[in-house]
């Protein structure tokens, strides 16, 4: 069981940056594909950013694109979500998500590709 832990939600004016942290139990972020979804107040989960576990392949939500950067530490077993110019409506529950190991590639991560989902971090980005 792959636990994954959400870190930097918070409180940030429009236009302002936040980064995210998604750290991992084990030695996983190498062999799987790693992702960010966000689910707002009254809608479904969506995509936001994926990395591949091979090649490090990277793709995006086109509300984000240009914004966020998704990146990963193998040593730190980690994942990052580096989020610029915010927008209210970038306001969310924001969750690390995992793929099974080496899977097959795909274009992005999908909710029904991920296997482990963390507990989610808030953030708020106020006008």
């Known amino acids: 069981q792959v636990q994954l832990v959400e870190s930097g939600g918070g409180l940030v004016q429009a236009g302002g940056s936040l980064r995210l942290s998604c750290a991992a139990s084990?030695?996983?972020?190498?062999?799987?594909?790693m992702g960010w979804f966000r689910q707002a107040p009254g809608t479904e989960r969506e995509f936001v950013a994926h990395?591949?576990?091979?090649?490090?392949?990277?793709a995006y939500a086109d509300s984000v694109k240009g914004r966020f950067t998704i990146s990963r530490d193998n040593a730190k077993n980690s994942v990052y979500l580096q989020m610029t110019s915010l927008k209210p409506e970038d306001t969310a529950v924001y969750y690390c998500?995992?793929?099974?190991?080496?899977?097959?590639?795909?274009?992005?991560?999908?909710?029904?590709?991920?296997?482990?989902w963390g507990k989610g971090t808030l953030v708020t980005v106020s006008s």
């Open positions: 998500a995992a793929s099974q190991r080496y899977m097959t590639y795909v274009p992005h991560l999908g909710a029904g590709d991920v296997i482990y």
């Open positions: 990395i591949g576990w091979s090649g490090g392949n990277t």
């Open positions: 084990e030695r996983t972020v190498s062999t799987r594909d």
